[in-house]
C-alpha cells in the first residue's frame, strides 16, 4: 500500500494533469498512448517545444492532435504544415472529421478554405510567405506543428522550415516530428537554441512489429537466421553473422552459375542449361509476385518500382494476366467511388488521361501511384487503398515523404534507383523510410518487408540495410534573393546577417568546427616535438627543411613538365603519321617496329592502327610513347587491306621488314627535341641546390635524421595549414553566402550599396517587388517583369511565358529554341535567355551557384491550355504526362497569384495575371477531392 505522501503526490499530479486536457484528450482517442507520445504530449502541456522522432507508422501526429486540442481549449490558432500539397489536403480531411469543417481550414498556395479558422493546414511555404507579409492571419498563434521537418534536408525547398522555426514569434510553440533520424540531439540542440525550452524524445520502437523477407521464385524466405523483427534487428556489422544460410548458399550458387565458362570453381556439369535453370528459378513475374503475397495473408501491399513507367507497367501486367485480388462487392464499390469522379471530368480529356485502363486495374485491385499520375487519381487511389478496397499499389519512392498509405506488407523490387544522373543504390535511410509502411496500427499484428531476389543479390548488403541504422539530418540552408531581401527589409543587413547565423546549417559548421580545432590544437602539440626533435646545433633546420621541401616540389614541378612536353610532342608526331608510314613504337608498349595501317581523326587524342612485325593489329596513343615518334621509312599498304586475314598481315610485315632492311638505323627521338624543363624551372632549381649547400645545417653529421623529421614536420604542416583553412571556410559561411547574394542584388540594382552613411543597406522601389517573389527563378523572374516585356500580353500569352520561369524539363533537350506562340512572347522569351546569362555571369563573379535557365518546353502547352484547347491538344507532341502538366499548371498559377498581389505594379499586368489564373485554373488543373 502506497505511504500517505506517495498518495499525496499522486494525486497532486492527476490534478495538474486534469488543467492541461491530457485526460480528457487521452480519453477521445480510443487507445492508450506509448510511453514516447505520453512523454511528449506532457512536454506541450506545460508549454515546451518539442521534437519527435519516431519511425514511420509510429504514431508520431498524435503529438500534434494534442497541440491542436491545446490551442483550441486555450482560444489559440494552431497552424499544421505539411511539405506537399497533398499530405495538406490528407490533413485537413482528417481535421474536419475531427472538429467540423468551420473550425478548419486550409491554405496550399492554390487553394483557399476558411483561411481564418482556429486550426488551419498549410504547406510550409505558405507559413513561410506569411511571415514575411507579417500577415494578421498570424495574430493569436500559439501552435505550429511541423510534419516530416527532416524534410528540411530538401535540396531545393529545405530552407523554408528553416526560415520558418528562425522567424516564428518566442510565444509560438513548435511541435516538430520528424522521422528517427541519427542526430536528433543535434537538432534538437539547435532547435532548443533558437526556440527557447525545447524537448527532444527520440523512440526506435515501432508499435508493429516489421519482419524482413527476400522473395525467390515465388517463396517467401525470412531474411535473418531467426525470424526477428526491427526491434529486434541486429545493428550492422553484426547482421552479417545473422543472414538466413539458406539466402547465402543460394547467392554462392548464382555466383558461381553467373561465372564465365573455364573459371575455377565452376560445378561440374553445370553447362548453360544448368545456369538458365538457376536463374529461371529465382525469378519471378509481378503477377506472380502478387499471388504470392496474397497466398502468404500479406495483402494490401505497396510495391516499390523506381520507375514511372515501370509502375505503369507493372499494373498493365497484372490486368493483362487475369489476375484480380478483389471480390465482385469490392469491385462494385470501387467503381462507385469512381463514377462519382468520371462524371465531372470532360468527356473529351478520359481517353488522353488513361481513364479506362486505370478504371479496369482498379477494380481488380491495382493501381500506381507517382508524380505523373493526374492529381484526381492519385486522390481516389490513396483513398481507395486506406479503405482496404485497393489491394496492390506500385509506387516510386515520392510516395516515403507524401501521403499515409500504410500497408499490411512493402515491396522493394530493386535496390537501386535512377537520381537523374545514374543508377545508385538506395541509403539505408530510405530503406527504412520505405519499408516503414509496412504495418498498420490497429489493423495488424505485424508488418512485412520484401526484398525481390535478383541475380546480383547480396543477402548480407540487404541485412546491412535492414537492421536498425538510422539516418543523419544535414541542412541544406541557403540564403535566396526573395530571403535576402525580406531579412534586410525587416531588420537591416547587419541584423540579417546575425538571423542567418542562428540557422541550422551554421549551427552545424560551427559544431564541425569545434572537431576540426581540437584536431588543429593536437596536430599544433605535435609540430611543436617534430621541431625539437630536428632542432640542430649548427643552425635553423627548420629553413632548412624548408629549402629542402621546396626544392622536391620544383624538381617534381619541372618533371611534370618534361612529362608534359613529351605528351604534347608525341601528340603532335602522331597527329603527322600518315598511312604507310614506318615507325619505331618504344616507351611503355614497346611495339618495336611497325606500319601504320589506320589514322584516326581525333585530333585532341590521335590513336593510329599499326602492324607490328610479328603481324599483330594495336592502336598506339600518347599513353604509348616516351617521346615524339620519327618516321625512318614508307612503305605501301594495299588500298583493300583490312588486317582480317593472316596472309594479308604475313605479306604486309614481309614489307616492312624488307623496307627496315634497306633504311638507315632508325633513331629514338626526333631530331632536336629538348627534354627539359624550361629556362625559369631550371634556374630556381639551381638557385635552391645553391642555396641548400650553403646553409650551416648543410654540414651536419646527423643531418639526414633531422631531415626526416623535417619532412615530417613539413606534411604536417601542410596538412594542419589545409585544415585552418577549412575551419575558415566554414566559419561564418551563411553570412558569407548572405554578402555574395546581396553583391548580386545591388548589381542588378534591387539594393543600395551599404556604406558608413547607410550601413543598413537600402531596398529599391524593384527589390520591394521581389520580395513578394517566390521560386527557385525568383530574381530572373522579377528582372524580367521590371523590364516591361510582359506588361501588354494578353492572359494565354502571360500563362505561356511564365511556364519558362517556372518549368524544369525532367531531360535535358540541346535542340534550337522553338518558335513562340505570338510575337510578345517571342520577345519575352529573348529577353528572359538575354537576362539569365547576364545573371549567370554576375553569380559565377560573386561565387553563387547559378539560377537555372528558362525552359521552353511548356510555353506551347500551357499557351494553349489556357486559350481553351483540350487535355489531348496540348500534350500532344510533347512527352509530358497529365499529372506533370497539371502539377506544373498550378505552379504557374501560384507564380500569377504572386504577380498579381504585388504593390503598384502596372494594372494592365495585373489583370492578365488574374485571367491567366481563372483560364488555367480549369478542367482537370482545377478539380481536387478536397472541396466536395
Given at each position: 500500500?502506497?505511504?500517505?505522501?506517495?498518495?499525496?503526490?499522486?494525486?497532486?499530479?492527476?490534478?495538474?494533469?486534469?488543467?492541461?486536457?491530457?485526460?480528457?484528450?487521452?480519453?477521445?482517442?480510443?487507445?492508450?498512448?506509448?510511453?514516447?507520445?505520453?512523454?511528449?504530449?506532457?512536454?506541450?502541456?506545460?508549454?515546451?517545444?518539442?521534437?519527435?522522432?519516431?519511425?514511420?507508422?509510429?504514431?508520431?501526429?498524435?503529438?500534434?492532435?494534442?497541440?491542436?486540442?491545446?490551442?483550441?481549449?486555450?482560444?489559440?490558432?494552431?497552424?499544421?504544415?505539411?511539405?506537399?500539397?497533398?499530405?495538406?489536403?490528407?490533413?485537413?480531411?482528417?481535421?474536419?472529421?475531427?472538429?467540423?469543417?468551420?473550425?478548419?481550414?486550409?491554405?496550399?498556395?492554390?487553394?483557399?478554405?476558411?483561411?481564418?479558422?482556429?486550426?488551419?493546414?498549410?504547406?510550409?511555404?505558405?507559413?513561410?510567405?506569411?511571415?514575411?507579409?507579417?500577415?494578421?492571419?498570424?495574430?493569436?498563434?500559439?501552435?505550429?506543428?511541423?510534419?516530416?521537418?527532416?524534410?528540411?534536408?530538401?535540396?531545393?525547398?529545405?530552407?523554408?522550415?528553416?526560415?520558418?522555426?528562425?522567424?516564428?514569434?518566442?510565444?509560438?510553440?513548435?511541435?516538430?516530428?520528424?522521422?528517427?533520424?541519427?542526430?536528433?540531439?543535434?537538432?534538437?540542440?539547435?532547435?532548443?537554441?533558437?526556440?527557447?525550452?525545447?524537448?527532444?524524445?527520440?523512440?526506435?520502437?515501432?508499435?508493429?512489429?516489421?519482419?524482413?523477407?527476400?522473395?525467390?521464385?515465388?517463396?517467401?524466405?525470412?531474411?535473418?537466421?531467426?525470424?526477428?523483427?526491427?526491434?529486434?534487428?541486429?545493428?550492422?556489422?553484426?547482421?552479417?553473422?545473422?543472414?538466413?544460410?539458406?539466402?547465402?548458399?543460394?547467392?554462392?550458387?548464382?555466383?558461381?552459375?553467373?561465372?564465365?565458362?573455364?573459371?575455377?570453381?565452376?560445378?561440374?556439369?553445370?553447362?548453360?542449361?544448368?545456369?538458365?535453370?538457376?536463374?529461371?528459378?529465382?525469378?519471378?513475374?509481378?503477377?506472380?509476385?502478387?499471388?504470392?503475397?496474397?497466398?502468404?495473408?500479406?495483402?494490401?501491399?505497396?510495391?516499390?518500382?523506381?520507375?514511372?513507367?515501370?509502375?505503369?507497367?507493372?499494373?498493365?501486367?497484372?490486368?493483362?494476366?487475369?489476375?484480380?485480388?478483389?471480390?465482385?462487392?469490392?469491385?462494385?464499390?470501387?467503381?462507385?467511388?469512381?463514377?462519382?469522379?468520371?462524371?465531372?471530368?470532360?468527356?473529351?480529356?478520359?481517353?488522353?488521361?488513361?481513364?479506362?485502363?486505370?478504371?479496369?486495374?482498379?477494380?481488380?485491385?491495382?493501381?500506381?501511384?507517382?508524380?505523373?499520375?493526374?492529381?484526381?487519381?492519385?486522390?481516389?487511389?490513396?483513398?481507395?487503398?486506406?479503405?482496404?478496397?485497393?489491394?496492390?499499389?506500385?509506387?516510386?519512392?515520392?510516395?516515403?515523404?507524401?501521403?499515409?498509405?500504410?500497408?499490411?506488407?512493402?515491396?522493394?523490387?530493386?535496390?537501386?534507383?535512377?537520381?537523374?544522373?545514374?543508377?545508385?543504390?538506395?541509403?539505408?535511410?530510405?530503406?527504412?523510410?520505405?519499408?516503414?509502411?509496412?504495418?498498420?496500427?490497429?489493423?495488424?499484428?505485424?508488418?512485412?518487408?520484401?526484398?525481390?531476389?535478383?541475380?546480383?543479390?547480396?543477402?548480407?548488403?540487404?541485412?546491412?540495410?535492414?537492421?536498425?541504422?538510422?539516418?543523419?539530418?544535414?541542412?541544406?540552408?541557403?540564403?535566396?534573393?526573395?530571403?535576402?531581401?525580406?531579412?534586410?527589409?525587416?531588420?537591416?543587413?547587419?541584423?540579417?546577417?546575425?538571423?542567418?547565423?542562428?540557422?541550422?546549417?551554421?549551427?552545424?559548421?560551427?559544431?564541425?568546427?569545434?572537431?576540426?580545432?581540437?584536431?588543429?590544437?593536437?596536430?599544433?602539440?605535435?609540430?611543436?616535438?617534430?621541431?625539437?626533435?630536428?632542432?640542430?646545433?649548427?643552425?635553423?633546420?627548420?629553413?632548412?627543411?624548408?629549402?629542402?621541401?621546396?626544392?622536391?616540389?620544383?624538381?617534381?614541378?619541372?618533371?611534370?613538365?618534361?612529362?608534359?612536353?613529351?605528351?604534347?610532342?608525341?601528340?603532335?608526331?602522331?597527329?603527322?603519321?600518315?598511312?604507310?608510314?614506318?615507325?619505331?613504337?618504344?616507351?611503355?608498349?614497346?611495339?618495336?617496329?611497325?606500319?601504320?595501317?589506320?589514322?584516326?581523326?581525333?585530333?585532341?587524342?590521335?590513336?593510329?592502327?599499326?602492324?607490328?612485325?610479328?603481324?599483330?593489329?594495336?592502336?598506339?596513343?600518347?599513353?604509348?610513347?616516351?617521346?615524339?615518334?620519327?618516321?625512318?621509312?614508307?612503305?605501301?599498304?594495299?588500298?583493300?587491306?583490312?588486317?582480317?586475314?593472316?596472309?594479308?598481315?604475313?605479306?604486309?610485315?614481309?614489307?616492312?621488314?624488307?623496307?627496315?632492311?634497306?633504311?638507315?638505323?632508325?633513331?629514338?627521338?626526333?631530331?632536336?627535341?629538348?627534354?627539359?624543363?624550361?629556362?625559369?624551372?631550371?634556374?630556381?632549381?639551381?638557385?635552391?641546390?645553391?642555396?641548400?649547400?650553403?646553409?650551416?645545417?648543410?654540414?651536419?653529421?646527423?643531418?639526414?635524421?633531422?631531415?626526416?623529421?623535417?619532412?615530417?614536420?613539413?606534411?604536417?604542416?601542410?596538412?594542419?595549414?589545409?585544415?585552418?583553412?577549412?575551419?575558415?571556410?566554414?566559419?561564418?559561411?551563411?553570412?558569407?553566402?548572405?554578402?555574395?547574394?546581396?553583391?548580386?542584388?545591388?548589381?542588378?540594382?534591387?539594393?543600395?550599396?551599404?556604406?558608413?552613411?547607410?550601413?543598413?543597406?537600402?531596398?529599391?522601389?524593384?527589390?520591394?517587388?521581389?520580395?513578394?517573389?517566390?521560386?527557385?527563378?525568383?530574381?530572373?523572374?522579377?528582372?524580367?517583369?521590371?523590364?516591361?516585356?510582359?506588361?501588354?500580353?494578353?492572359?494565354?500569352?502571360?500563362?505561356?511565358?511564365?511556364?519558362?520561369?517556372?518549368?524544369?524539363?525532367?531531360?535535358?533537350?540541346?535542340?534550337?529554341?522553338?518558335?513562340?506562340?505570338?510575337?510578345?512572347?517571342?520577345?519575352?522569351?529573348?529577353?528572359?535567355?538575354?537576362?539569365?546569362s547576364q545573371l549567370s555571369d554576375a553569380e559565377a563573379s560573386a561565387g553563387l551557384p547559378e539560377t537555372a535557365a528558362p525552359d521552353s518546353g511548356l510555353i506551347w502547352p500551357m499557351y494553349?491550355?489556357?486559350?481553351?484547347?483540350?487535355?489531348?491538344?496540348?500534350?500532344?507532341?510533347?512527352?509530358?504526362?497529365?499529372?506533370?502538366?497539371?502539377?506544373?499548371?498550378?505552379?504557374?498559377?501560384?507564380?500569377?497569384?504572386?504577380?498579381?498581389?504585388?504593390?503598384?505594379?502596372?494594372?494592365?499586368?495585373?489583370?492578365?495575371?488574374?485571367?491567366?489564373?481563372?483560364?488555367?485554373?480549369?478542367?482537370?488543373?482545377?478539380?481536387?477531392?478536397?472541396?466536395?
Amino acid at each position: 500500500m502506497n505511504t500517505p505522501t506517495e498518495r499525496y503526490t499522486a494525486a497532486k499530479e492527476r490534478s495538474q494533469e486534469t488543467e492541461t486536457g491530457l485526460p480528457e484528450f487521452r480519453a477521445s482517442l480510443g487507445f492508450d498512448l506509448d510511453p514516447f507520445q505520453e512523454e511528449a504530449c506532457r512536454a506541450v502541456a506545460t508549454g515546451s517545444g518539442v521534437l519527435v522522432a519516431a519511425p514511420t507508422g509510429a504514431g508520431k501526429t498524435v503529438v500534434g492532435e494534442f497541440a491542436i486540442f491545446q490551442a483550441l481549449r486555450t482560444g489559440r490558432k494552431a497552424f499544421y504544415t505539411t511539405p506537399i500539397k497533398a499530405l495538406s489536403n490528407q490533413k485537413y480531411s482528417d481535421l474536419v472529421d475531427t472538429y467540423g469543417a468551420e473550425r478548419v481550414g486550409l491554405l496550399t498556395g492554390d487553394m483557399t478554405i476558411n483561411g481564418e479558422a482556429e486550426i488551419v493546414v498549410m504547406t510550409t511555404e505558405v507559413l513561410r510567405n506569411m511571415l514575411y507579409a507579417d500577415s494578421d492571419t498570424l495574430d493569436s498563434l500559439g501552435f505550429v506543428v511541423m510534419d516530416e521537418v527532416h524534410y528540411l534536408a530538401d535540396k531545393f525547398r529545405g530552407a523554408v522550415w528553416e526560415e520558418v522555426i528562425i522567424h516564428l514569434r518566442d510565444d509560438v510553440q513548435v511541435i516538430s516530428l520528424s522521422a528517427t533520424v541519427s542526430n536528433a540531439e543535434e537538432f534538437g540542440g539547435w532547435l532548443d537554441a533558437v526556440r527557447g525550452d525545447t524537448r527532444i524524445i527520440v523512440s526506435e520502437h515501432r508499435p508493429i512489429p516489421l519482419y524482413q523477407h527476400v522473395m525467390v521464385g515465388g517463396r517467401l524466405l525470412n531474411l535473418f537466421a531467426e525470424d526477428l523483427s526491427f526491434d529486434q534487428a541486429p545493428n550492422a556489422p553484426e547482421s552479417v553473422a545473422t543472414v538466413n544460410p539458406e539466402l547465402t548458399k543460394l547467392a554462392h550458387r548464382t555466383m558461381a552459375s553467373n561465372r564465365p565458362h573455364g573459371q575455377r570453381g565452376r560445378r561440374p556439369g553445370s553447362g548453360s542449361w544448368g545456369d538458365k535453370r538457376e536463374q529461371l528459378s529465382t525469378r519471378v513475374s509481378r503477377p506472380e509476385i502478387i499471388m504470392a503475397l496474397d497466398h502468404a495473408g500479406l495483402l494490401p501491399a505497396l510495391v516499390f518500382i523506381f520507375s514511372r513507367k515501370g509502375c505503369d507497367a507493372a499494373v498493365a501486367q497484372c490486368v493483362r494476366s487475369g489476375l484480380a485480388v478483389t471480390t465482385i462487392a469490392e469491385a462494385t464499390e470501387i467503381e462507385q467511388a469512381i463514377d462519382l469522379v468520371a462524371h465531372k471530368l470532360p468527356p473529351d480529356d478520359l481517353e488522353v488521361l488513361g481513364f479506362w485502363p486505370w478504371r479496369e486495374g482498379l477494380m481488380r485491385g491495382f493501381a500506381a501511384h507517382h508524380a505523373g499520375l493526374l492529381p484526381i487519381f492519385k486522390e481516389i487511389v490513396e483513398d481507395l487503398f486506406i479503405r482496404g478496397l485497393v489491394k496492390v499499389v506500385f509506387a516510386t519512392e515520392t510516395l516515403a515523404l507524401g501521403v499515409n498509405m500504410p500497408a499490411r506488407s512493402v515491396v522493394m523490387e530493386k535496390l537501386e534507383k535512377f537520381n537523374g544522373e545514374s543508377h545508385v543504390a538506395i541509403t539505408a535511410g530510405e530503406y527504412t523510410q520505405l519499408t516503414g509502411r509496412a504495418g498498420r496500427r490497429g489493423i495488424d499484428v505485424e508488418g512485412h518487408a520484401v526484398v525481390l531476389w535478383q541475380q546480383d543479390t547480396d543477402p548480407a548488403a540487404v541485412a546491412g540495410l535492414a537492421s536498425k541504422r538510422t539516418y543523419p539530418l544535414n541542412s541544406s540552408f541557403r540564403p535566396t534573393y526573395n530571403m535576402s531581401l525580406n531579412l534586410t527589409s525587416q531588420f537591416g543587413r547587419e541584423r540579417a546577417r546575425g538571423i542567418l547565423e542562428t540557422s541550422f546549417a551554421q549551427f552545424q559548421a560551427d559544431r564541425s568546427v569545434v572537431g576540426m580545432a581540437k584536431q588543429v590544437r593536437s596536430r599544433e602539440e605535435s609540430l611543436a616535438g617534430y621541431a625539437k626533435s630536428m632542432t640542430c646545433h649548427l643552425g635553423d633546420f627548420t629553413e632548412y627543411a624548408r629549402l629542402r621541401a621546396e626544392l622536391s616540389n620544383a624538381e617534381k614541378d619541372a618533371a611534370k613538365t618534361v612529362s608534359r612536353l613529351r605528351r604534347s610532342a608525341a601528340a603532335e608526331s602522331l597527329e603527322t603519321l600518315m598511312r604507310g608510314d614506318v615507325i619505331e613504337v618504344t616507351g611503355t608498349r614497346r611495339l618495336g617496329r611497325c606500319v601504320v595501317i589506320e589514322l584516326d581523326s581525333a585530333w585532341h587524342d590521335p590513336r593510329p592502327t599499326v602492324l607490328t612485325e610479328d603481324k599483330h593489329i594495336r592502336r598506339i596513343g600518347v599513353q604509348d610513347l616516351n617521346g615524339p615518334v620519327e618516321v625512318v621509312s614508307q612503305i605501301r599498304v594495299p588500298k583493300g587491306f583490312t588486317g582480317r586475314s593472316p596472309k594479308e598481315r604475313k605479306d604486309l610485315a614481309a614489307s616492312l621488314r624488307n623496307a627496315l632492311a634497306e633504311s638507315r638505323p632508325p633513331r629514338r627521338g626526333a631530331p632536336g627535341f629538348d627534354f627539359t624543363g624550361s629556362a625559369e624551372e631550371e634556374a630556381r632549381i639551381t638557385e635552391l641546390r645553391t642555396a641548400l649547400k650553403a646553409h650551416p645545417c648543410h654540414g651536419c653529421p646527423e643531418r639526414e635524421d633531422h631531415a626526416r623529421w623535417g619532412e615530417r614536420y613539413t606534411r604536417l604542416l601542410r596538412d594542419t595549414s589545409k585544415l585552418r583553412s577549412q575551419i575558415s571556410g566554414r566559419t561564418n559561411t551563411i553570412s558569407k553566402t548572405f554578402d555574395k547574394v546581396a553583391t548580386v542584388l545591388e548589381d542588378f540594382e534591387y539594393l543600395v550599396p551599404a556604406s558608413a552613411d547607410a550601413d543598413q543597406g537600402q531596398i529599391t522601389v524593384a527589390g520591394q517587388r521581389l520580395r513578394r517573389i517566390y521560386g527557385e527563378r525568383d530574381l530572373l523572374t522579377s528582372l524580367v517583369m521590371e523590364t516591361g516585356a510582359m506588361n501588354t500580353m494578353t492572359a494565354e500569352e502571360l500563362a505561356g511565358f511564365i511556364s519558362a520561369l517556372v518549368f524544369h524539363a525532367r531531360r535535358e533537350e540541346n535542340g534550337p529554341d522553338p518558335r513562340m506562340p505570338t510575337a510578345k512572347v517571342q520577345l519575352a522569351w529573348e529577353t528572359s535567355v538575354n537576362l539569365w546569362s547576364q545573371l549567370s555571369d554576375a553569380e559565377a563573379s560573386a561565387g553563387l551557384p547559378e539560377t537555372a535557365a528558362p525552359d521552353s518546353g511548356l510555353i506551347w502547352p500551357m499557351y494553349k491550355w489556357a486559350r481553351g484547347s483540350d487535355l489531348r491538344e496540348c500534350l500532344r507532341g510533347t512527352d509530358l504526362a497529365a499529372g506533370d502538366f497539371v502539377r506544373w499548371a498550378k505552379q504557374v498559377i501560384d507564380v500569377l497569384d504572386q504577380l498579381a498581389k504585388i504593390p503598384d505594379l502596372d494594372a494592365g499586368l495585373v489583370r492578365s495575371c488574374n485571367r491567366a489564373v481563372q483560364r488555367v485554373r480549369r478542367g482537370v488543373v482545377s478539380y481536387s477531392n478536397v472541396v466536395d
